[in-house]
């Protein structure tokens, strides 16, 4: 079977692993973590990183950070995970669910434009499957309304966006674009600690509030507080896996990106199938190889799905809208919403093996699967 995903840690992750292992070094204190933290954010182009449990703790951490609570009210994606749903309303907030760009999956700029509301205090752009948002109208839209931005990049490690906002012209990296941005470390991510997230901000206040709600919100003064917080601490053995992987950035995105050059050239031509896209103002990583199948071929993703299991290729669907949860439904929330493109693309997306293992044999064998189905 040729997976989704198979992580790569093809370099120094074992020789830190076992240096903290002989320096006992193993919990959420030591150097691997500061170093992690420093180098990522550093990377991303943000003044502090502060590492968490996961990429959802990572959410739940900015949206609290923020202060964020009963009666404010979050736009974002309905199509993504429910990680960034969750934190807003675990929090008393209320999402605000918009719809997605047919091409590039990411939220709607109409949309969000037009869902703004009094009661609106941030907005959540998710650069789905590695292609980034249009940054400029959101960072338009959160000056003209005083709002805040949640920059989840948990798809997003290495991509760039070109920003030409306040006569500025320059590529920047994704996760320091937004207020407080949020990753994921999770094993199938492009940079993995097995479990791992980070909270990024440039805001001083911001970064200190995030670091006191990872650990229990101690002050200063011991077993003293003012604050709820998480126990949402990472562990120095994570981190310094982390530090290995952040060493090899430039080999994971030029391999990303050397597997979805296959793709793209052996898929190109197919009758009625999406490839990713990227626009010009964007540096996509193929997070994930994202397809649609044209819905005027009468299959669904997951007939296609089905078929290429039958030939040993594993692949996952694409996630099922917030707005089409039951859960937010039980909740009262969401009941009647429509969103026609994050339901098409549900019905029609699924991803291919996009693992930073995988070897050109294996694409080959996925294309050739691939354009047998579709033929
Ligand atoms: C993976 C992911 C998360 C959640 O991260 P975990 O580490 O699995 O908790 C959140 N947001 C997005 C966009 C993701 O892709």
Redesign the pocket.
């Given at each position: 079977m040729i997976p989704t995903n198979e992580p790569l840690l093809a370099g120094k992750e074992r020789q830190y692993v076992l240096d903290c292992l002989e320096s006992g070094w193993i919990s959420s204190a030591g150097s691997y973590i500061e170093q992690f933290e420093r180098n990522w954010a550093g990377y991303c182009g943000m003044a502090q990183g502060i590492a968490v449990s996961?990429?959802?703790t990572a959410?739940q951490v900015a949206v609290d950070a923020l202060k964020l609570g009963p009666g404010d009210e979050v736009i974002m994606p309905s199509f993504?995970?429910i990680?960034?749903a969750l934190a807003v309303v675990r929090a008393g907030a209320k999402p605000v669910l918009v719809d997605c760009d047919p091409f590039t999956y990411c939220m709607d700029l109409d949309q969000t434009a037009a869902a703004v509301t009094s009661r609106t205090k941030a907005i959540m752009p998710?650069h789905m499957y590695g292609h980034p948002v249009d940054m400029d109208v959101i960072q338009d839209l959160a000056e003209k309304h005083d709002l805040a931005i949640i920059e989840?990049a948990?798809?997003a490690h290495g991509c760039e966006y070109h920003s030409r906002r306040g006569g500025n012209n320059a590529w920047r990296r994704c996760g320091g674009l937004g207020t407080i941005s949020t990753f994921?470390f999770?094993a199938n991510?492009l940079v993995t600690t097995g479990?791992g997230?980070m909270v990024l901000a440039s805001d001083p206040v911001l970064a200190e509030r995030s670091r006191s709600l990872r650990n229990l919100c101690f002050q200063p003064r011991r077993f003293f507080h003012e604050e709820l917080g998480y126990n949402f601490r990472l562990t120095n053995l994570q981190a310094a896996i982390g530090v290995a992987q952040v060493e090899r950035m430039d080999d994971i995105l030029a391999r990303k990106r050397h597997m979805g050059a296959r793709y793209n050239e052996g898929l190109a031509g197919v009758q009625g199938l999406q490839l990713p896209m990227q626009r010009d103002w964007a540096r996509i990583n193929y997070w994930m190889y994202a397809v649609l199948v044209d819905e005027g071929r009468g299959m669904k993703a997951e007939d296609l799905a089905l078929a290429l299991k039958k030939k040993n290729i594993e692949t996952r669907p694409f996630f099922l809208g917030m707005h089409q949860q039951p859960v937010f439904h039980e909740m009262g929330l969401f009941r009647d919403q429509k969103l026609p493109v994050t339901e098409r693309i549900y019905r029609q997306g699924l991803y291919l093996p996009s693992g930073l293992a995988i070897t050109d044999d294996q694409t080959s064998e996925v294309i050739g699967a691939m354009r047998e189905i579709l033929s």
């Open positions: 996961n990429g959802t959410l993504t995970i990680s960034c998710i989840d948990a798809q994921s999770f991510k479990e997230g």
